[in-house]
């Protein structure tokens, strides 16, 4: 099973600021088998990015996904006040499909 | 509109069984993966396996191999999440979601609004 470690925790930014959120995985992702998700509270989660950097529909392009085998970014340019929320990476390119364990994007 | 309507929240008792349901609309219903996650309260998300209702053909994670039933009927477009002897870990939110390709292997794009399980004496 593909072990995906993210980081930081949790990021205290201020709106407008760049947030940069870390993804690693204990193996190489199939494929770039790789995607993000927001979920805020009291909600399900959202698909951000799938293929490691495909935005999914209706997704603003201040979301960019990046990187490949091991190390995934994901790089929100300048957060809005409804970005602030924890995000998912999950490899689906191998069996089981896993998550990472989130980190929380908080205003400072 | 492509939906996920999962069923009510439940409250249940250690011991008991229950089964959930997850109800998909707007899209072919046979051709798609529907996925089951669960969250506990305040924790991360856990992926628990997959079904393909065209056939049925279901895939566990293994930390759920055993411990729930993932089923589908395609009549009525709707799959399910059962548990024979439910604990008190197994209070937790449970989510449906749904493939955005017909492949196992792609992202899982619909999700639904959840179901509340709460295990309790």
């Not at chain 1, 992702?29 to 495909?54: C, D, E, H, M, N």
């Amino acid at each position: 099973e593909i072990v995906l470690t993210q980081s930081p925790g949790t990021l205290s930014l201020s709106p407008g600021e760049r947030a940069t959120l870390s993804c690693r995985a204990s193996q190489t992702v199939g494929g770039g088998s790789l995607a993000w998700f927001q979920q805020k509270p009291g909600q399900a989660p959202r698909l951000l990015i799938s293929g490691a950097s495909t935005r999914a529909t209706g997704i603003p392009d201040r979301f960019r996904g990046s990187g490949s085998g091991t190390d995934f970014t994901l790089t929100i340019s300048r957060l809005e006040p409804e970005d602030f929320a924890v995000y998912y990476c999950q490899q689906y390119g191998s069996s089981p499909r896993t998550f990472g364990q989130g980190t929380k994007v908080e205003i400072k | 509109e492509v939906q996920l309507v999962q069923s009510a929240a439940e409250v249940k008792k250690p011991g008991e069984s229950l089964s959930i349901s997850c109800k998909g609309s707007g899209y072919s219903f046979t051709n798609y993966w529907i996925g089951w996650v669960r969250q506990r309260p305040g924790k991360g998300l856990e992926w628990m396996g997959v079904i393909y209702p065209g056939d049925s053909d279901i895939r566990y994670s293994p930390s759920f191999q055993g411990q729930v039933t993932i089923s589908a009927d395609k009549s009525i477009s709707s799959a399910y999440l059962q548990w024979s002897s439910l604990k008190a870990s197994d209070t937790a939110m449970y989510y449906c979601a749904k493939s955005s390709l017909r492949s196992l292997h792609t992202a899982f794009n619909v999700w639904g609004q959840g179901t509340m399980v709460t295990v309790s004496s």
